[in-house]
């Protein structure tokens, strides 16, 4: 219309999304999330100087939960995403409470869902960090979504290590994933069609996995999952982000900020394979908890 009559499309609710982890890992969540929903500004956070949670007590990553949690918070977050199997394990509840009524997403129940939906034996494998696995936080999740369905868990420590050093494919992950899945299946054939890859660490060492176990088993992990739960509350809530804004380029990877608690060089590097993109090192904010 000559005159200019058309409005501004409705802006919806145009704060960020917090997104957090102990690294870079959760960056698996980050991405799945942008490309689910790209008109989200997104702010994400690794506590990089605090990193591996998966190795402390639960008391400890409730802790550094909730003091990431909170640098989140003091940005105007809308919803927060736990983007870390560890701590969402621990600390989902904690979170929910302590921050109501702000809504606060987990990993691991996104993952339970998918692995229940995926597996038509019943039989799921679930591999993660020793607490993830020791505080046995999928059995439960799953056993809530079908208690018919048998789950076994292994701790698979040195996988977050070379997800860290970017050995995602080649001879040393290939020799870890074999040891691993020696203990887990033994010589024999899998007892499970379905492996949970209950780390956000773990979904970059897919190749491997994939090769070592064969066709017969679906690898699934939560990052999809999760990015759907996050479009589906915010849409209850009415709270996505309507608007485009022209000038922001969601494909170039604009719209994303990234906060680190140490080395925000290292964090770009190591970030830019879990994230698919190119991260630009001046662009990692320092932050302390
Ligand atoms: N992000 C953690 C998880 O998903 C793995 C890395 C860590 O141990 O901190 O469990």
Redesign the pocket.
Known sequence: VIGGSSQPPAAGDPRPIGVF???V??LTVLRAIHERLPHERLVYLGDTAR??????SPETVARYARQAAAVLVDRGVKLLVI???????VALEDLQRHFAPLPVVG?VQPGAAAACAASRERAVAVI??D??IAGGAYTRAIARIDPEVRVQGLAC?VF?ALAEEGWTDGPVADAAVARYLRELIGAGPAAFDTLVL?????PVLRAPLARALGPGVTLVDSAEPTAAEVEAVLAAAGRLARAVDPRVDAAAGEGLQFLATDGPRRFARVGAVFLARPIDPQSVELVDL
């Open positions: 982890d102990s690294g890992g959760g990193l591996p949670y998966g190795t402390k983007a870390c199997n560890t701590a969402s394990a990993v993660g960090t607490s993830t420590p977050v209950g780390c956000t660490h773990f």
